[in-house]
């Protein structure tokens, strides 16, 4: 089983609608979660920290559920724009080296007109 | 604000031939980090560096090497590129433990 799993996609998104997708993760000893977006082929860009329970940022909402060892990514009222894919990063800080942050492999969101 | 930067942008080699991927932050960061991308696929670790003058292997280390010249500088070098190196190469830095890693804007790499 992968450390970090995401469901690959893609998702099909009118625009203006809400979409959201999951995250699970395997080790119960991670502290911090992060949500990247990808363009095709361009550098992951920062999107959200989430250190307790969730975070939101204007039309972007991650929740964490430590029991079922998922984190979530809500974005409402969809635009062309946020057609990217999604990575699911996962922190195990407190257990491990520098080294280990565990990277999903993406959720492929395509938003439509 | 510079944040990361990658030289060179686009590379084309031949098998064989060697070169050095170049890295800097300007973040005051502790840890650098390079990553390869190839499509459809997520990020692999190549290496890493924890703090000025430590690298570690990450999860796919062969034919690479790197050095961490200074806290803003962490290099890569291909001694001898092959076909299967063909990628899309990051670097990123972290500062703290808790924190999120910044992405350089890549470097994208062809052998032939």
């Known amino acids: 089983r992968k450390e970090v799993e995401q469901d690959p996609g893609p998702f099909n998104v009118p625009e203006g609608a809400t979409v959201a997708f999951n995250c699970t993760y395997s080790?119960?000893?991670?502290?911090?979660f992060f949500w990247y977006r990808q363009d095709c082929r361009k550098e992951p860009k920062l999107l959200m920290s989430?250190?307790?329970s969730g975070n939101e940022d204007g039309r972007f909402t991650a929740q964490l559920n430590r029991a079922s060892q998922y984190i979530s990514l809500l974005i409402r009222d969809s635009k062309l724009s946020d057609s990217a894919t999604y990575l699911c990063v996962v922190n195990r800080e407190a257990t491990d080296s520098w080294g280990k942050l565990q990277f999903g492999a993406g959720t492929q969101v395509v938003v439509t007109p | 604000n510079a944040g990361v930067t990658q030289t060179p942008k686009f590379q084309v080699l031949k098998t064989g031939q060697s070169m050095t991927l170049q890295c800097a932050q300007d973040?005051?960061?502790?840890?650098m980090y390079w990553y390869r991308q190839d499509p459809g696929m997520g990020l692999r670790l190549i290496y890493y560096?924890?703090?000025?003058?430590?690298?570690d292997k990450g999860e796919v280390p062969n034919g690479y090497n790197v050095s961490r010249l200074n806290k803003r500088e962490f290099s890569l070098r291909l001694e001898s590129a092959a076909p299967s190196q063909t990628s899309v190469y990051f670097c990123a830095s972290r500062g703290r433990r808790d924190q999120p890693q910044h992405f350089g804007d890549g470097t994208r790499l062809s052998i032939l």
């Open positions: 560096s924890a703090s000025e003058g430590t690298t």
């Open positions: 989430v250190y307790s």
């Open positions: 080790n119960s000893a991670s502290q911090s």
């Open positions: 973040m005051n960061h502790n840890s």
